[in-house]
């Protein structure tokens, strides 16, 4: 019998998963403490929980609780990711964005399984569009998700945005994937060619609300030679990729967002050259005072959303206090918080002086 103490995390396999709300891990505690024992197994491929961890923290509340837990056989990591967004695919109460996240990262876990490229040395030396000995991973996943192959491959590319997402902004993914960020697949997909700086001010625009943003534009290639797609299911049939246009659109991103027209810089709008005025005006002038107020609801509400994500993190994850590799990281990154409050600190008594 597999003890608790046995089980171990992985954090890419947990990252796939997505987090349950606080009420539905109460609702989860509730129930297994209502029948004494836990009544889906949690399954495990080499000791690593790929299907159960928030029963394995709750269980870690109450060790008196039965449990049980059955090993699976996968050839490679590769293959777990893939189980774990088809086992996630099946659940009942994804918003459209998870279900897009995980056929993109089902797709890329396949395709890296069966080591991408399946052609053989004969097909390699001819015509490019010669057909593949296997069908394809795209094809393959499409049918079985019942969507179509571009689906599946720009789906893909919008889980590469996320994760940029997620990486320069931790807690980005979930604001993305719960639809709490309001944004279209093309913007998102487009965060993946974005430096972390930019991906920050990117988020920025599209917390706020559409009549704060400034004005729209087309979405253009972003410094890369590949083409950014709408994914939107509704209208899976081909379309023309986002390109240069100068009438506007709706598929639009924030002018952080790095732009180039067939690689000549194009003339400033009006709107530009206003919003680019206002920012040389706010940088060698002075704010007026009149507005300190709702800057300091921003502070405050920067601190305390600090301390509340924290403290979630904290609560779902004990083991981020107890484990040692999880110690030092936590460590790592509140070592950079307090450097940084101790440099607004010296600013703050420097200021005190004159």
């Known amino acids: 019998m597999t003890k608790l103490s046995q089980l171990k995390i992985d954090p890419e396999f947990q990252k796939q998963i997505n987090p349950p709300s606080f009420e539905e891990t109460h609702q989860l505690e509730m129930n297994i403490l209502k029948e004494e024992r836990v009544l889906n197994p949690i ?14 923290q709750v269980l870690r509340k109450y060790l008196f609780i039965p449990f049980e837990v059955i090993e699976k056989e996968f050839s490679s990591r590769y293959e777990v990711l893939a189980w774990i967004c088809k086992n996630q695919l099946g659940r009942r109460n994804l918003t459209p964005e998870q279900k897009k996240f995980l056929i993109g990262r089902q797709q890329e876990a396949e395709k890296n399984s069966v080591g991408g490229d399946r052609k053989s040395q004969k097909a390699k030396s001819e015509v490019q569009n010669e057909p593949l000995i296997y069908t394809s991973t795209a094809t393959r996943v499409a049918a079985e998700m019942g969507v179509s192959e571009s689906y599946v491959k720009r789906a893909a590319k919008y889980a590469r945005g996320v994760d940029a997402a997620e990486e320069a902004v931790p807690g980005a993914k979930n604001e993305i994937l719960s639809g709490k960020l309001k944004a279209t697949d093309a913007k998102i997909i487009a965060l993946a060619q974005l430096s972390k700086e930019e991906i920050h001010a990117a988020l ?25 797609q709408n994914i939107s299911e509704s209208n899976e049939s081909a379309e023309p990729p986002v390109a240069e246009d100068k009438t506007g659109s709706s598929d639009d991103v924030p002018l952080n967002f790095r732009k180039s027209i067939q690689g000549h810089r194009r003339e400033l709008t009006a709107p530009e050259r206003k919003r680019l005025q206002k920012s040389i005006d706010n940088r060698f002038y002075r704010p007026k005072k009149d507005g300190g107020a709702v800057v300091m609801c921003e502070i405050q509400g920067a601190q305390e959303d600090f301390a509340r994500r924290w403290e979630r993190c904290f609560s779902d994850y004990p083991d981020l206090l107890t484990d040692a590799e ?19 600190k010296a600013r703050l008594d420097g200021g005190a002086t004159h």
């Open 326 to 344: 999880n110690k030092e990281q936590v460590q790592k990154y509140m070592e950079r918080a307090i450097a940084y409050l101790q440099t607004v």
């Open 43 to 56: 399954i495990t491929w080499n000791g690593y929980i790929v299907d159960g961890h928030t029963r394995y």
């Open 204 to 228: 920025d625009e599209l917390r706020k609300p559409k009549s704060e943003r400034p004005p729209k534009n087309r979405l253009q290639k972003v410094e890369t030679t590949s083409e950014v």
